[in-house]
């Protein structure tokens, strides 16, 4: 008799099969966060504090220590396991294991972008470097700094409100400053993104698409990139964040990428119970780096 299958070669087939349907193509972490990549169980960032500027030499150098924020992100571990009888690969039901493969890697593959769009709308209550909430109308003036409010309250989500919004939003952030006092974003920026839920597409799409608004030359067109996410369950709320530099408003922290692995032949579960088993895990976290560098709009 002739063997049937061999677990040793079927988790070489699911591990391709996973893999070609992971993908980070999409991947809001790059699209949005910067990525710093961690080497412990937490990392402390003493650089979301604001670099010295250029000055006159005079004398001696200036020295800047590192921030005093003290601020720290922890990893957390993520997995997916899947069970898998020895009945059913003798009877042949390969084919349905490979489908639940396949979603593991699609929902595996969109993780992150659930992380992200949690902390964007988790900010309102989760502390950022400065000790306030992430998004909050009294972040603390730092160094010569001024105090700043990066949680904005919209007019309206119709095109014409939401174009009036989104001009404001972003003079807003230009006039943010650093802890020295001088504009945050002294430079001219190249990209900014907003990311909202699928009931202000449409009109999202007129304002930064669109060449006439309400008969008069729209100004803003291409005046950021459009990321619409139905994870975002407010049908009003919206997100307005630079995406072009080193500074930015989130942070992804990755320890483990997503890796494949299998329990299956000569081990405790295949031999008692005939199980197999398949899985998926990885260590990262998603936090905040600047609000000087993200608004939210709230419409009642």
């Not at 922890?74 to 059913?88: G, L, P, S």
């Not at 502390?127 to 990066?150: E, I, P, V, W």
């Not at 405790?268 to 780096?289: D, Q």
Request: hydrophobic share 35%; aromatic share 10%.
């Amino acid at each position: 008799m002739s063997l049937l299958y061999s677990p040793t070669s079927l988790e070489k087939g699911l591990k391709t099969k996973f893999l070609e349907y992971f993908s980070t193509e999409n991947s809001l972490a790059d699209q949005l966060c910067f990525v710093e990549s961690s080497a412990s169980d937490s990392e402390k960032y003493e650089w979301l504090g604001q670099a010295p500027q250029m000055s006159e030499l005079m004398g001696e150098r200036k020295i800047t220590p590192l921030s005093d924020t003290g601020y720290t992100v922890t990893n957390t571990t993520y997995e997916a396991t899947i069970a898998v009888k020895r009945n059913h690969l003798e009877d042949g039901q390969t084919g349905s294991i490979n489908r639940r493969i396949q979603q593991m890697a699609q929902t595996a593959s969109t993780h992150v972008n659930e992380l992200v769009i949690s902390a964007l709308v988790n900010g309102t209550t989760d502390t950022c470097y400065d000790g306030t909430a992430f998004f909050g109308n009294t972040h603390t003036a730092r160094g010569d700094g001024a105090a700043f409010d990066n949680l904005a309250a919209g007019t309206a989500t119709t095109t014409a409100g939401l174009a009036t919004d989104l001009a404001t939003v972003k003079s807003t952030m230009l006039r943010f400053q650093d802890e020295a006092g001088s504009p945050f974003h002294n430079d001219s920026p190249a990209q900014f993104t907003v990311v909202a839920p699928p009931e202000l597409e449409k009109n999202l799409r007129e304002v930064l698409g669109a060449t006439m608004i309400s008969n008069t030359s729209n100004m803003q067109v291409g005046a950021a990139q459009l990321i619409i996410s139905p994870r975002l369950t407010d049908a009003n709320d919206w997100y307005f964040l630079r995406t072009d530099n080193l500074a930015r408003g989130l942070l992804f922290q990755q320890r483990s990428p997503i890796e494949f692995s299998a329990l299956e032949s000569n081990t405790e579960s295949s031999f008692l119970r005939e199980v197999y088993y398949y899985g998926v895990r990885a260590r990262y976290a998603v936090s905040y780096a600047y609000p000087q560098c993200a608004i939210k709009v709230v419409n009642s």
